[in-house]
């Protein structure tokens, strides 16, 4: 029987070329579902998604980076709906760690032959997040990185700006504040994450981001010093790829449901790639309130 769903498309994400991908696209689900492609230029990705839902959608796919998935994912939260996701961003965090794959047609075969898995998704100011929320200096990174060289280099260019970022490390105070317990010291940056890929590196102080344990990560980066800061960042990469937590003094890390952070002075803040803001913010694990397809053990 063909299904009916609603394909939230944006042209501007990532590096490839938007309408190959969308003939790609059609390709591989058309002959088994039917699409209401609706691209993503003055209307939002949660707009889409919510009026397709209202109109009898039974599925919601998303072809963009983390920023469209997010907007859209918020339309689907606790409804059981089925959500599909083709990533075409630069970064696409979360659908590496749910192993979707990043090509196109590959996608698509998930979205037609996988399994509905229940995940986890955050609220953040009362905001969707699907990935994390940076503070400090992630999110001065994501602030002062090129549009152009982002869509030229992708995560390159995220990470030069970095390096160039290290030269003049900047601490602040930061206070958490979860459910069990507050904490208060100096730090360069604090990531709070719903789920990361390996890649994203300042999420990885606790051994492993698991999706669907009704848990937030909060990882807490304090080096002394630009030194420290370089081998900060290469246990945390580490702990991204090995699964092994981090042993180190100027790294802190811990578990959640709900999170609040507040800095002195007011720090930048990125939600899911997107600048969002400044300090303080209040985060809400919803477990397992999307039902995401992806790869069966089989593909």
């Known amino acids: 029987m063909t299904r009916n769903a609603c394909l939230i498309f944006n042209p501007s994400a990532g590096k490839g070329d938007p309408v190959e991908d969308l003939v790609a696209i059609r390709e591989v689900l058309e002959p088994e579902i039917?699409?209401?492609?609706?691209?993503?230029?003055?209307?939002?990705?949660?707009?889409?998604?919510?009026?397709?839902?209202?109109?009898?959608?039974?599925?919601?796919?998303?072809?963009?980076?983390?920023g469209t998935v997010s907007a859209a994912s918020e339309a689907v939260i606790n409804t059981g709906i089925h959500f599909g996701i083709i990533p075409r961003g630069t970064v696409n965090a979360f659908a590496k760690?749910?192993?979707?794959?990043?090509?196109?047609?590959?996608?698509?075969n998930t979205i037609l032959a996988g399994i509905p898995r229940k995940v986890d998704i955050a609220l953040c100011n009362g905001k969707?997040?699907?990935v994390l929320t940076a503070i400090g200096f992630e999110a001065e990174t994501i602030k002062q990185t090129d549009k152009k060289a982002k869509k030229l280099f992708g995560m390159l260019a995220?990470?030069?700006?970095g390096i160039k970022l290290l030269r003049h490390l900047d601490s602040f105070t930061v206070y958490v504040e979860t459910e069990e317990q507050t904490i208060n010291l100096s730090a360069s940056a604090v990531t709070i994450a719903n789920s990361a890929?390996?890649?994203?590196?300042?999420?990885?102080?606790?051994?492993?981001?698991?999706?669907?344990?009704?848990?937030?990560?909060?990882?807490?980066?304090?080096?002394?010093?630009?030194q420290n800061a370089l081998f900060a960042g290469y246990h945390l990469l580490r702990t991204?790829?090995?699964?092994?937590?981090?042993?180190?003094?100027?790294?802190?890390?811990?578990?959640?449901?709900?999170?609040?952070?507040?800095?002195?002075?007011?720090?930048?803040?990125?939600?899911?790639?997107d600048?969002?803001?400044?300090?303080?913010?209040?985060?809400?694990?919803?477990?397992?309130?999307?039902?995401?397809?992806?790869?069966?053990?089989?593909?």
Request: glycine fraction near 10%; charge should be negative.
């Open 275 to 299: 600048m969002d803001g400044n300090t303080p913010v209040e985060i809400k694990c919803i477990p397992g309130g999307l039902t995401v397809l992806v790869p069966s053990v089989s593909e």
């Open 240 to 273: 991204g790829f090995t699964g092994a937590a981090t042993n180190r003094d100027d790294i802190q890390h811990l578990r959640a449901k709900n999170v609040r952070v507040r800095t002195e002075p007011p720090q930048k803040v990125a939600l899911d790639g």
């Open 34 to 66: 039917k699409l209401d492609i609706r691209p993503t230029h003055e209307v939002s990705p949660f707009q889409l998604a919510h009026e397709a839902i209202e109109h009898g959608a039974e599925m919601i796919i998303v072809s963009g980076g983390d």
């Open 158 to 161: 995220f990470i030069g700006t």
């Open 128 to 130: 969707p997040m699907i």
């Open 97 to 108: 760690a749910l192993n979707i794959s990043t090509e196109v047609k590959d996608a698509c």
């Open 197 to 226: 890929a390996p890649t994203s590196i300042l999420a990885h102080g606790p051994a492993g981001v698991i999706v669907d344990d009704g848990l937030l990560d909060v990882t807490i980066v304090a080096p002394i010093n630009r």
